[in-house]
């Protein structure tokens, strides 16, 4: 079956690049997503990727995926403290969507 | 994106008793999907909502201890029965605005559940 993996933890200084990893197994995934969850908040799409990209950048967010190896990496530019949070990355097929088990990111000042 | 909106947003409950949670959406959606979160732990989904038809649950889950309504493209709900502390969890409804064009899930806040 699907078994998504992310690292438990991240910790950060503000102002460096954040770099979260997730592998995954469903080769026919056909989008990849990231999620945010802030304390006591549900979770806020941050960005999806399509299977047939490589690259997708949206402001201070590039994701890349490498579909041979099955590996999906969010990075956040100019991390800020308000960029604490967990970050579930998920793979969808057929909409049903499987998560990983979410990377807290901690930002120092 | 569609506007998800869930109640109560928390609630404390006693063991025993049963708790009916609703997500209502600001606009027609194809997919409605109920999602459970434990504490410290990431997402499992419990079932599809099916509007006119009983919903689909996933392995794990059954519709005595989730039933699941949909009664439109706009509404749904979910109820824990008998709660017990082991069901103290948050609940998330997400849905898919169009199947058809691929798009991507959005969640609501969630319902943060506590038994006692």
């Known amino acids: 079956g699907e078994d998504v993996e992310q690292s438990l933890f991240l910790s950060v200084r503000e102002g460096d690049s954040s770099v979260i990893n997730c592998t995954y197994t469903d080769s026919s995934s056909t989008y990849l997503y990231w999620y945010k969850q802030e304390p006591g908040a549900g979770l806020q799409l941050l960005t999806y990727i399509f299977s047939n990209m490589d690259m997708k950048q949206d402001q201070r967010l590039t994701v890349l995926l490498n579909k041979k190896d099955k590996h999906l990496s969010l990075r956040i530019a100019d991390t800020q403290t308000g960029d604490s949070a967990i970050y579930f990355c998920a793979e969808d097929a057929g909409n049903m969507l499987t998560f990983g088990g979410g990377t807290r990111l901690m930002v120092k000042p | 994106s569609a506007v998800i909106s869930q109640k109560p947003s928390r609630d404390i409950c006693q063991r025993g008793t049963s708790l009916t949670i609703q997500c209502q959406v600001d606009?027609?959606?194809?997919?409605m999907f109920w999602y459970r979160q434990q504490p410290g732990q990431s997402l499992t989904l419990i079932a599809t909502?099916?509007?006119?038809?009983?919903?689909?649950?996933e392995s794990g889950f059954v519709i005595d201890k989730f039933p699941i309504s949909r009664p439109n493209l706009t509404f749904s709900t979910l109820t824990v029965s008998n709660m017990s502390p082991e069901d103290s969890s948050i609940y998330l409804c997400?849905?898919?605005?169009?199947?058809?064009?691929?798009?991507?899930?959005?969640f609501g806040d969630g319902t943060r559940l506590s038994i006692l």
């Open positions: 606009s027609q959606v194809t997919m």
């Open positions: 997400s849905v898919i605005s169009d199947r058809d064009s691929n798009q991507p899930q959005h």
């Open positions: 909502a099916n509007q006119g038809s009983e919903a689909t649950y």
